[in-house]
């Protein structure tokens, strides 16, 4: 079993900045690939952002690509989302979860998810 923590969403204006972090505990954070993802409301669970077990390997939705970077530490168990140049469209709460497998895009693929961070963009 994993856990997943978020924290590190808030309020921000167009064109700052956040960083999510995503905390596990129950397994080395190592054995999963971590992927991002975010909801608006009356909208489906999108894929923002994932990377690989090593990370070795990203993949970035079109929307974010150049504004947002995923990284992690597995010494910490640790997995973060830096988010630069926020636009009011990426207003939502953001999930981490983890799948031990490869790097998919998939929500239904991904076995373990956080209990989610809202983002809110607005002047």
């Known amino acids: 079993q994993v856990q997943l923590v978020e924290s590190g969403g808030g309020l921000v204006q167009p064109g700052g900045s956040l960083r999510l972090s995503c905390a596990t505990s129950?397994?080395?954070?190592?054995?999963?690939?971590m992927g991002w993802f975010r909801q608006a409301p009356g909208k489906e669970r999108e894929f923002v952002v994932g990377?690989?077990?090593?990370?070795?390997?990203?993949y970035y939705a079109d929307s974010v690509k150049g504004r947002f970077t995923i990284s992690r530490d597995n010494a910490k168990n640790e997995v973060y989302l830096q988010m630069n140049r926020l636009k009011p469209e990426d207003t939502a709460v953001y999930y981490c979860?983890?799948?031990?497998?490869?790097?998919?895009?998939?929500?239904?693929?991904?076995?373990?998810w956080g209990q989610g961070t809202q983002v809110t963009v607005s002047a």
């Open positions: 979860a983890a799948r031990a497998g490869i790097l998919v895009t998939s929500a239904y693929e991904y076995d373990y």
């Open positions: 129950g397994r080395t954070a190592g054995s999963y690939a």
């Open positions: 990377i690989s077990r090593s990370g070795g390997s990203t």
